[in-house]
């Protein structure tokens, strides 16, 4: 149906994020398709939890394997805007949640007077008007975390199903953003990890609730003992796609998680988060936050420590 | 200008089953307030940003500003206007109405339901559970404390 209708159809699933977006005309359709068909569940198998896309984001968030297993995909799915769209946004649906930017997410009439820009009606980006692509800022919680537990996804389309790492389905490009067909759709998420990983994901945003992140880091650890045999750090809202610092998970491979090691780790996975000055609060102040959430990340896996986000 | 596509749904509000004919696009905010009469659900950012047009969908709240009725058929919908038990109030009602739980009014009915959801499924919440299942309800005259105390006043009547 959707390769039927074409670009003038979008797919609908709780609607939190496309239905503000069609009152401010950023997106423009003629019909939508509902998802409410698909199945919601998720099943537990012992290395490995499958969610169906259709789980809303405050089912996942608290469900008791999910919270033990994999605590930090349970903490960002938690973390989403608040409780009432939480019952209504979907996992699958924050996979693929629009990126955002400070001139973007403005009425029509606001857009209109200050110019359009790239993503919608527009030819330049307003954020960097000399490059030639739009820097719209990644803004799922739940990606990052994704990506950083080995998470694969289940696409369906109208030339078939397949597989693939989450980390596929984006591209660096604010406008462009996922790498998925337009007709197909997410139909699942498998997280897998082994009986000794820990995951922890803390996000920064100005209030403790409905607000979008403005910097975030999802970590997925690996204990062999007490030393490090392999992670990912995975931060959120500081560039077009979630963003992996592989030079960080680089550094802690064999160490043990103590306080300096996890200041320096911090420090450089800080390094390619690039942030720009088109979301909330200032871009130097969350390029310098970025270090904080992510040595809050590593604390929590290492002794469970609160983060900013409690 | 294009026609308007007009369905017939019926909904299941505040217990009764209601005919409609109304437009496919319009929210549900809109056909309680426009089409149903049902007022006491508030317009506020219409963005889903500040709660004051939350329902209870199935016991659970959610904002009208952001669901189509097409998809809610078959789905127990409850406004403030199903609160009350005839002229008995709500205890969450009654706790609100006695603790000047209310400054301006605008985000009341929309606390009253996010409230009442957790106390179904909690009735012992702790404070900060109380902020939490609130959390997603704006409240501008910011009268947070006498909202979380009438909360409180409100599950200890329920046990």
Redesign the interface.
Known sequence: MAAELGPRAMFVAG??DL??KL??RQFEVDS?I?L?FLPRAIRNRSDECVIDAGVTL?HASHDPHLNERFSGYAQAAGHV?????R??GTIGGNLCVDTRCNYYDMTYEWRKAAGFCLKKDGDICLVAPSSPRCWAVSSSDTAPMAIALDGLVTLVGASGERELPVTALYRDDGDRYMAKQPDEVVTCLRLRRSLNTRSAYVKLRRR???DFPIAGAAVAVELDGDRVESCRIVLSAVASYPLEAKAAEEFLKGRRLQEDVIREAAEIASKPAKPLDNADLSHFWRKRMVRVVVEQALARVSDQQPGLDG | MRDVERVVLILDVNGEARQLLVPSHKTLLEVLREDMQLTGTKHGCELGECGTCTVLIDGKPQLSCLLLPIQLEGRAITTIEGMANGSDLHPLQVAFAELGAAQCGYCTPGILLAARSLLEENPRPTRDEIREALAGNLCRCTGYTKILQAVELAAERLR
């Not at chain 1, 805007?81 to 769209?85: F, G, M, Q, T, V």
């Open positions: 609607g939190t239905f503000p009152k401010r939508l509902g409410d405050a805007s608040s409780p009432p769209l019952n209504a403790g609730s409905i």
